[in-house]
């Protein structure tokens, strides 16, 4: 089974912090991406990478950077956070070149800024 | 960009009765419609998909349909059971990106 791994659970942060968010897959896949899930509002791409150093917008990536520096691991970065960044973050990934597949997710980082 | 849209919000049914979600896209490019389950505190888990050159899947209780020149697609849930009881998305795709729909939030009554 292939495995993503967001590396916290939970967390909490402050106003104006730099918040790291890790995901690490293990399975080899080229396509990583980030979503943000709030209720109401479904899951949202934020951004979503196709190989190492390469990365795209999605709908949503106001406030947010992303990293790929290898190509296990895709980081998403909220610069300077805010309260409207309190969410649900799941990470994602698939192979290349079978995008007709469906996700596999991670387990979800629920963040609040406070 | 990708657009879909899913109705109901909230659907409750008796122990045994069918379920049907339904969703719509507006990019006539998408060609990869999946299903997800997520359970209360879980990452959500592909239940099953269909591609544009097919109007039709099923996998035991669950069925799923596609109207390619309607741009629509539906989840069919039979003879639901408790363990039933989740929140589940449709999602379009046709590149390399999904998009969701809102959600559809499914109790199942005993």
């Known amino acids: 089974d292939v495995k993503v791994t967001q590396s916290s659970r939970y967390l909490v942060k402050r106003t104006g912090e730099k918040v790291f968010l890790e995901c690490v897959q293990d399975?080899?896949?080229?396509?990583m991406f980030w979503y943000r899930q709030d209720p109401g509002l479904g899951l949202r791409l934020i951004y979503f990478s196709y190989d190492v150093k390469m990365k795209e917008k999605g709908d949503i990536p106001e406030g947010y950077s992303v990293s790929r520096e290898k190509k296990e691991r895709f980081s998403l970065i909220l610069e300077s956070a805010s309260t409207n960044q309190t969410s649900m973050y799941l990470c994602?990934?698939?192979?290349?070149?079978?995008?007709?597949?469906?996700?596999?997710f991670g387990s979800g980082t629920r963040l609040t800024v406070v | 960009g990708e657009n879909v849209e899913q109705h109901p919000s909230t659907l409750s049914v008796q122990e045994g009765d069918s379920a049907v979600i339904k969703c719509t896209y507006s990019?006539?490019?998408?060609?990869?419609f999946p299903w997800y389950k997520q359970e209360l505190g879980k990452r959500p888990q592909l239940i099953i998909d269909?591609?544009?050159?097919?109007g039709e899947k099923k996998d035991q209780r669950i069925a799923v349909t596609l109207n390619k020149t309607a741009k629509h697609f539906s989840l069919h849930i039979t003879e639901t059971q408790p363990e039933d009881s989740a929140v589940y998305f449709c999602a379009a795709r046709g590149d390399y990106k999904l998009s969701f729909g809102a959600g559809t939030t499914v109790t199942v009554r005993a």
């Open positions: 269909i591609r544009s050159n097919v």
């Open positions: 990019d006539s490019a998408s060609n990869y």
């Open positions: 994602a990934s698939i192979p290349y070149p079978d995008r007709a597949r469906g996700y596999t």
């Open positions: 399975m080899d896949h080229e396509n």
